[in-house]
Each structure stands twice: as structure tokens, then as C-alpha cells.
């Protein structure tokens, strides 16, 4: 079920005429743990071989076990996948940066998906600053 969040977004790539897809791509991410987990990120925006996974999270802080997850894919995956974390502002500066490429304030929606939007299919993707650890 989508969050309202995660619908705002929607309605925005929308908007933007951003092609997107809602948890169409599965994976299995192996935690530290050993334990194997399912992954489905909830939104998907193919820039060419670029694929950036939109993860809106709420208000309410996300349990540690999604964080954790989200670290646990990023320690593997691809570099043409892009994971993008969208919180409200005030959330971000406590979010582990290993749980995320790119981290974007909720009460900006329209500069997340300009962000992907301006991203050229065949560049680099755009470093993205984040705080020191």
C-alpha cells in the first residue's frame, strides 16, 4: 500500500512527466546477520541504464531493521542504481549515510524528481555530498 508520501511523489514524477514504476523490482539483500531479506523499493525511475529507487519515509521514524536493509543493499549493488531516501528535512542529518546514495528533504518533492529528471542517461551519475560519518 502506498503512503502518502510515497503518493506525493507519484503525483509529482507525474507531474514532471517522469516514467515510473511502483515495487516493480525484487531483490534479496543478505543483512550482516547472514539472514537474506526481500527488498522491494517503492518507486522506480529508469534514466537508461541509471535506475534510481525512491524510498519515501515518513514522519514517524523508519525501524532500525529498514535502515539496516537498505546499508545491506547498498553495500552490494550496482553502480548504475541509485538509492534516493526522501524524509522530512529535519529527519536526514540522523540517517546513516550507508543507508543511502542520495538523501532529499519530503517538503521539496519537485528537486527530487527534477534531480532525476536532469539526470543524463548516458552521463556519470552526479556525486552526491554527503555528512562525514
Known amino acids: 500500500s502506498r503512503s502518502g508520501l510515497e503518493s506525493a511523489l507519484c503525483a509529482e514524477m507525474?507531474?514532471?512527466?517522469?516514467?515510473h514504476e511502483h515495487r516493480s523490482l525484487h531483490f534479496r539483500v543478505r543483512r550482516a546477520s547472514g539472514d537474506a531479506a526481500q527488498y522491494d523499493p517503492a518507486l522506480v525511475a529508469r534514466r537508461g541504464p541509471i535506475v534510481f529507487l525512491i524510498e519515501p519515509l515518513e514522519a514517524a521514524g523508519p525501524e532500525r531493521g529498514r535502515l539496516e536493509l537498505l546499508a545491506?543493499?547498498?553495500?552490494?549493488?550496482?553502480?548504475?542504481?541509485?538509492?534516493?531516501?526522501?524524509?522530512?528535512?529535519?529527519?536526514?542529518?540522523?540517517?546513516?549515510?550507508?543507508?543511502?546514495?542520495?538523501?532529499?528533504?519530503?517538503?521539496?518533492?519537485?528537486?527530487?524528481?527534477?534531480?532525476?529528471?536532469?539526470?543524463?542517461?548516458?552521463?556519470?551519475?552526479?556525486?552526491?555530498?554527503?555528512?562525514?560519518?
Open 14 to 19: 507525474r507531474a514532471q512527466d517522469v516514467p
Open 72 to 133: 545491506a543493499f547498498l553495500d552490494r549493488h550496482s553502480p548504475e542504481i541509485v538509492l534516493v531516501v526522501v524524509a522530512p528535512s529535519e529527519r536526514i542529518p540522523a540517517l546513516p549515510p550507508a543507508a543511502y546514495d542520495e538523501a532529499y528533504g519530503s517538503e521539496d518533492l519537485a528537486a527530487v524528481v527534477r534531480r532525476i529528471r536532469e539526470q543524463d542517461p548516458s552521463g556519470m551519475v552526479r556525486p552526491f555530498p554527503k555528512p562525514k560519518a
